[in-house]
């Protein structure tokens, strides 16, 4: 019945559209409308009989419309038009197989719609989503220009990783986007130019140009952004960007590629880094190379010069670490690509050695001696005794004599035993005397020296690091009696100085990465505070020569020792000395126990720039700073003895600010 109400409408306006339509019309008939305040679901139904298109109606699809057409339309053009309704009032047509859902707009991001179609029709106004490929710009930065053109129920969105764009709306519009899109997304008038030169250096040239469009890059990052580089293989500079900047680069290049005024073919070349004195030689070592290298080739016809170098003078000056060079203009470009690859700044190695020594010293001594005689008519005849130096593990052995001397002539003693010593006894010009001491001695001693010598070098650099003492060592000694008459003796000794410290030798090499391989030598030594045969002195050394491979910043073992040994000594007499208790009137014991860890460590920081020195620098020179402040805080004078006098205490750090590179001079 709707339909035919619908159909009667279309009849009462043209007489073209039967009332009781069950079937599509044919291709080749054609309908005009005429709805003024109709509801839209009559519409539709009229749709439907025209089209053969069945719909489903969302409830909240209610609106009252006006179609009206002057000339008849095909079922296609009506369903166009049907469409088009559909989005004047916020409505939407989504395909779902053989149906047709009618949904407001608002929800249709979660139902499909016409996906990937081959043509987007630019008059229709269904649901379609196409998949946009650009190749020349951003998808992300071409989303956020497109994002207003597109409805707010549509969908705009950009596949990171695949420079993609996905967008889901009416046909019409996706149409319009393609559009711009494809106008929008080309490669531009960004060709490279190849500019041969014949009198200047390509490096040179670049570097001038770089100094003087320096400050237009932040002007061109709008659009394509102007490169300059230079091959020095070919001596040609290569120029890419917008046409109108690369005629510009092109006509200062051909302006600055011009032979010299004076028409000599000499350059002074200031170096920042490298010694001109070192590379002078090896500089006119190359040029005799290339001369006689070009020599058998002349193949532009010309004679090689006799001895491979007339015309050819590089001097340094040492004042201005510059180099003076005449040249051809072909060995002059080939000459500063060379000083251009070792004038560089190069990086440095700050290399921290850890030698840790822990020692543990033990020493135990105990003993009796005893000793019986007479004093009788004035003679000594012993009786009876035990006599045994105790102490010889500790370097201060005693006996029962040396404590009589010392007990009878205390004036002349030059040394104190050290221990424990009892002695008891009587001493008489009469009668029978004895003597009896019991001595124990225990020594501890504890070593914990922690020494982190560190140095600062160039790459491939040697750098010597000595903390040390003269030690003057006895090598001789004789006397020279220059008046026999008088008996007048010269004793003449002869002492050689040896260095007691410790002295670290590096040289570093950074390989390609962050690892750093070193050659050490390594040698620490001490006074051991005892003294050895002719009462020279005796050093303790440790010596380590070795080449490591260490990452950055990493630490490594170069060798170590752990010793540990125990001495147990015992003089006694036989048998006597073996009865418990007893036993021990007739023995003396001693027992020795040392123990020693050695480890050397090492560590290398590569500083690669000036920033990197700073704060190493900076990190050492506020350690320093903190202990005086710690120190000169502790101490407290109540009666100071210089006062008024500051304390010293370093100046807070300032680093200084890196000059810019590629300063002119």
């Known amino acids: 019945m709707a339909l035919a109400l619908v159909a009667g409408s279309a009849v009462q306006a043209q007489q073209q559209l039967p009332a009781a339509a069950a079937a599509p019309l044919a291709g080749n008939q054609r309908i005009t409308t005429n709805f003024k305040d109709a509801d839209i679901t009559q519409v539709a139904e009229a749709v439907s009989a025209a089209t053969g298109r069945n719909f489903i109606i969302d409830p909240r699809v209610r609106a009252q419309v006006n179609l009206v057409s002057a000339s008849p339309m095909t079922p296609a053009e009506f369903y166009q038009a049907f469409l088009s309704i559909l989005q004047v009032h916020s409505f939407v ?109 390509a490096a040179e040239i670049v570097r001038t140009i770089t100094a003087l469009t320096a400050g237009q890059a932040a002007t061109e990052a709008g659009g394509v952004q102007t490169k300059v580089v230079a091959d020095d293989r070919s001596n040609s500079i290569l120029v890419s960007g917008e046409k109108a900047s690369r005629m510009r680069i092109t006509a200062l290049v051909a302006h600055l590629d011009t032979p010299l005024e004076n028409g000599g073919e000499t350059q002074v070349r200031y170096l920042r880094y490298a010694d001109a004195e070192k590379i002078a030689p090896k500089l006119k070592e190359q040029t005799s190379g290339l001369a006689a290298g070009a020599a058998p080739g002349t193949a532009g016809g010309g004679a090689a010069p006799a001895g491979g170098e007339r015309g050819v003078t590089i001097w340094a000056d040492k004042q201005t670490n510059a180099l003076v060079m005449t040249a051809p203009p072909k060995l002059m470009r080939s000459l500063m690509t060379i000083i251009d690859k070792l004038d560089i700044r190069r990086a440095q190695v700050l290399i921290e050695a850890i030698i840790v020594d822990v020692k543990t010293d033990k020493a135990a001594d105990l003993g009796v001696n005893w000793a019986a005689w007479s004093n009788e008519s004035g003679t000594n005849v012993p009786v009876a005794g035990f006599v045994s130096p105790v102490g010889g593990a500790s370097s201060n052995s005693l006996s029962i004599v040396d404590l009589a001397r010392i007990a009878k002539s205390p004036t002349t003693t030059t040394t104190v035993p050290l221990g424990t010593t009892l002695g008891i006894g009587r001493v008489a010009s009469t009668g029978i005397n004895f003597a009896a001491m019991l001595r124990a001695l225990r020594s501890d001693s504890n070593t914990n020296v922690i020494a982190t010598p560190s140095a600062t070098t160039m790459d491939n650099q040697e750098t010597e690091l000595k903390v040390a003492q003269e ?26 100085r040896q260095e007691v410290g410790t002295i670290l030798k590096i040289t570093p090499q950074i390989n390609e990465g962050d690892a750093v391989m070193m050659k050490i030598g390594l040698e620490s030594s001490e006074l051991a505070g005892t003294a050895g045969d002719a009462n020279s002195l005796i050093t303790n050394k440790r010596v380590i020569n070795t080449h490591v491979l260490i990452e950055d910043q990493g630490i490594i073992v170069l060798g170590g020792l752990i010793r540990d040994s125990k001495v147990n000594g015992e003089s006694r007499v036989p048998l006597l000395g073996s009865i418990p208790f007893i036993g021990e009137a007739f023995r003396t014991r001693s027992a020795k126990r040392e123990k020693s860890n050695l480890m050397v460590f090492i560590r290398p920081k590569i500083l690669r720039d000036g920033v990197h020195t700073s704060i190493e620098t900076n990190s050492k020179y506020n350690a320093i700073r903190n202990e005086q402040r710690i120190q000169n805080a502790s101490g407290f004078d109540a009666l100071p003895l210089l006062p008024g006098t500051p304390k010293p205490m370093l100046p807070p750090f300032e680093a200084p600010m890196p000059a810019p590179e590629g300063k002119p001079r």
Do not use: C, H
Not at 113 to 131: C, F, G, R
């Open 93 to 201: 047509a989504v395909p779902a197989g053989n149906l047709i859902k009618i949904v407001p707009d608002a929800n249709v991001r979660t139902m499909p719609a016409n996906d990937l179609p081959e043509n987007v029709s630019s008059s229709s106004d269904e649901m379609v989503t196409q998949v946009i490929q650009t190749r020349n710009t951003n998808a992300a930065q071409m989303v956020q220009v497109l994002r207003p053109l597109v409805a707010q129920y549509g969908q705009l969105v950009s596949l990171p990783g695949t420079n993609t764009i996905i967008i889901s709306d009416r046909a019409n519009n996706v149409a319009r986007i393609l559009k711009i899109v494809a106008r929008v997304d080309q490669a531009g008038d960004a060709n490279i130019e190849i500019i041969p030169l014949q009198n200047s250096t």
């Open 471 to 496: 030690v003057p060592f006895i090598t001789g000694q004789y006397t020279n009696s220059t008046n026999t008459s008088s008996g007048t003796v010269n004793p003449f000794t002869t002492v050689q």
